[in-house]
């Protein structure tokens, strides 16, 4: 059976989906809560990954190890960092690098040792259809201002980035390594690399929750409470129709 793994970060951005799982079940496994069940006519496992990349990396390999899932698929939040990134945008990746891994000068900077790369790619037919999914539910949730599709790299690491200073120097840094980011979270990057050690097609889509800045801390929990789950539920279901 063909099972699409739906992650997110935190309960507020999952909140909307599980409302809509038929037949849920709760399966309670490695500390977390996954949820079987069917969401517009899928068989889909809905998690979170929790907060961080060693966290989401357990989170997708028990997805992978234990409910055997054919895809993941992330929804959450993240922090603009590309010109023109404002919070209410939404990001579709296309790579992932991780912002805070430097072995320099064994290996050079973010890249992933014994791996000889810093990126991992999305999988590129998910990725097309997750775009097209974000694009037509966008435009269905008709909002006030008017929000931007993105698509290109982001960036993660531990640690919440939350002043225009330390985005800024973040972003040159990974400028001088090649690396022109879109958005930086805290996840993503891990759910990659777990889904290119198993083969499996992994997909991303972040919205903009803040600017990464001196106003990151207040705009963050108000976007996460008032507006995420809103835009992971009807991305997710424009994706699952397609699928
Ligand atoms: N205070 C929160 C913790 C949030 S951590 C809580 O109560 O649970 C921020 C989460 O949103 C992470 O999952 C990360 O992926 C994403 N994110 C949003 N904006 C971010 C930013 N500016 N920097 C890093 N991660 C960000």
């Known amino acids: 059976m063909i099972r699409t793994a739906i ?8 909140q909307g989906l599980l409302e809509l799982l038929q037949q849920p079940e709760k399966i309670s496994h490695a500390g977390r809560d996954f949820w079987q069940g069917r969401l517009h006519g899928q068989a889909v496992v809905l998690a979170l990954s929790r907060i ?14 234990r409910f055997e899932v054919s895809r993941i698929v992330f929804t959450g939040v993240a922090g603009g960092m590309g010109e023109g990134v404002q919070v209410g945008d ?12 430097d072995a320099s000068p064994l290996f050079p900077q973010y890249e992933v040792p014994l791996y000889g790369q810093s ?23 008709a909002l006030p201002a008017a929000s931007l599709l993105h ?13 225009a200073q330390e985005s800024q120097a973040l972003r040159s840094a990974l400028q001088v390594g090649g690396h022109e980011v879109l958005a930086v979270e805290m996840e993503g990057a891990a759910v990659a690399q ?4 198993y083969g499996l097609p992994f997909a991303a889509v972040r919205t903009i929750s803040d ?17 995420a789950s809103r835009y992971a539920q009807v991305i997710t279901q424009h994706l699952l129709k397609s699928l």
């Open 90 to 101: 939404v990001v579709v990746a296309t790579e992932f690098v991780q912002h805070d891994l």
């Open 194 to 197: 777990v889904c290119f050690d």
């Open 52 to 65: 961080g990349k060693v966290a989401a990396a357990t989170t997708a390999t028990a997805l992978i190890e």
């Open 119 to 141: 990126r991992f790619a999305c999988d590129a037919a998910l990725t097309a259809l997750l775009l097209e999914a974000s694009r037509v539910g966008l435009k269905s949730l």
């Open 151 to 163: 698509h290109g790299l982001i960036a993660s690491g531990d640690r919440f980035v939350s002043g």
């Open 7 to 14: 992650l997110s970060a935190l309960a507020e951005e999952q």
């Open 211 to 227: 600017r990464a800045d001196d106003q990151a801390h207040v705009d963050f929990p108000l976007f996460v409470k008032e507006v």
